[in-house]
């Protein structure tokens, strides 16, 4: 069984730094994609970026409200992937969820049941 | 960036049918955006209901299916129940990304 689990939310003042984790079981973690989608308070969901594999390179791509502001990396000997969230500001007010997409079955995306993420003064 | 377009909110009666749309402000939709939907209840995580415009996940209720239709990916509901009314949320891939639809309120009444 695929499961997400996000951990790391905080409440972070305007210009601070967080990051935040998900940890990946039931699946071969280096052959999934890994993304990060967010939710703010009574709002939609947000694509905000993408890790691809290691044969792929780990690339990454990123919405362009968050791109040079935020940062995914991935760890695939700890089945995890990273948000570095740098320069927050309050409208970075979420949930975030990660997301993966099983490349070799061509299957997504699991979901994870997301972290909350302040931005405050 | 690309606009991903849903009908904000629709009404459908139990046990009738209703099709959800998705658009693309660069064109039509094809296979090669690769049309997810979800679905989100209150206070819930979303779930993904159809990955690839037509594939379903082993817990998708057999009443939804996905499709391309004129031109936009579409999500259509067979039988409602009262457990449908929910957020819809469609998601197109691009070149550079992804990006969801403003989603789709669905009452069941």
């Known amino acids: 069984e695929v499961q997400l689990v996000e951990s790391g939310g905080d409440l972070v003042k305007p210009g601070g730094s967080l990051r935040l984790s998900c940890a990946a079981s039931?699946?071969?973690?280096?052959?999934?994609?890994m993304s990060w989608v967010r939710q703010a308070p009574g709002k939609g969901l947000e694509w905000i970026g993408r890790?691809?594999?290691?044969?792929?390179?780990?690339?990454?791509h990123y919405a362009a409200p968050v791109k040079g502001r935020f940062t995914i990396s991935r760890d695939d000997s700890k089945n995890t992937v990273y948000l570095q969230m740098n320069s927050l500001k309050t409208e970075d007010t979420a949930m975030y969820y990660c997301?993966?997409?099983?490349?070799?079955?061509?299957?997504?995306?699991?979901w994870g049941q997301g972290s909350l993420v302040t931005v405050s003064a | 960036q690309a606009v991903v377009t849903q009908e904000p909110s629709l009404t459908v009666s139990p046990g009738g049918t209703v099709t959800l749309t998705c658009g693309s402000s660069?064109?039509?939709?094809?296979?090669?955006?690769?049309p997810y939907w979800f679905q989100q209840k209150p206070g819930q995580a979303p779930t993904t209901l159809i990955y690839?415009?037509?594939n379903k996940h082993s817990w998708t209720p057999a009443r939804f299916s996905g499709s391309l239709l004129g031109g936009k990916a579409a999500l259509t509901l067979s039988g409602a129940q009262p457990e449908d009314e929910a957020e819809y949320y469609c998601?197109?891939?691009?070149?550079?990304?992804?990006?969801f639809g403003g989603g789709t309120e669905l009452t069941v009444l």
């Open positions: 997301t993966s997409y099983i490349v070799a079955t061509k299957r997504g995306d699991y």
């Open positions: 039931g699946f071969t973690f280096s052959n999934a994609w």
């Open positions: 890790i691809m594999t290691k044969t792929e390179h780990g690339t990454t």
């Open positions: 660069t064109g039509a939709v094809t296979s090669g955006h690769y």
């Open positions: 690839d415009t037509t």
């Open positions: 998601l197109l891939s691009y070149r550079d990304g992804r990006v």
